[in-house]
């Protein structure tokens, strides 16, 4: 019904920059809030940054100042601007989006979530 497809991963050295995007594609009615989370081995999945249908942001600490998360409401697509990487960022990174689709309630979003990009900073 719904495919959430992230592109722009890769290897970077430290001190470099990626271009993370997610593209969300199916029988949308309408995307509310949209994410990226990260995965690196041996730990939990954490939040990266959030952005609502609206624009506001959220940034978790370890990224402030180095990363931006932007969207494209029209082609229901959210990025991620990655600057001043390092070895640390290194994960899968999953993108996230709330998705009402066709036929279903405006108020009722269902959570879906990408198969995930390899990020990975090395010299």
């Known amino acids: 019904q719904v495919q959430l497809v992230e592109s722009g991963g890769g290897l970077v050295q430290p001190g470099g920059s990626l271009r993370l995007s997610c593209a969300t594609s199916?029988?949308?009615?309408?995307?509310?809030?949209m994410g990226w989370y990260r995965q690196a081995p041996g730990k939990q999945r954490e939040l990266v940054a959030t952005?609502?249908?609206?624009?506001?942001?959220n940034y978790a600490d370890p990224v402030k100042g180095r990363f931006t998360i932007s969207r494209d409401n029209a082609k229901n697509t959210v990025y991620l601007q990655m600057n001043i990487l390092k070895p640390e960022d290194t994960a899968v990174y999953y993108c996230?989006?709330?998705?009402?689709?066709?036929?279903?309630?405006?108020?009722?979003?269902?959570?879906?979530w990408g198969q995930g990009t390899q990020v990975t900073v090395s010299s």
């Open positions: 996230n989006a709330d998705v009402v689709t066709t036929g279903s309630s405006w108020y009722s979003p269902v959570e879906y």
């Open positions: 199916g029988n949308i009615r309408r995307v509310g809030a």
């Open positions: 952005i609502t249908s609206g624009g506001s942001t």
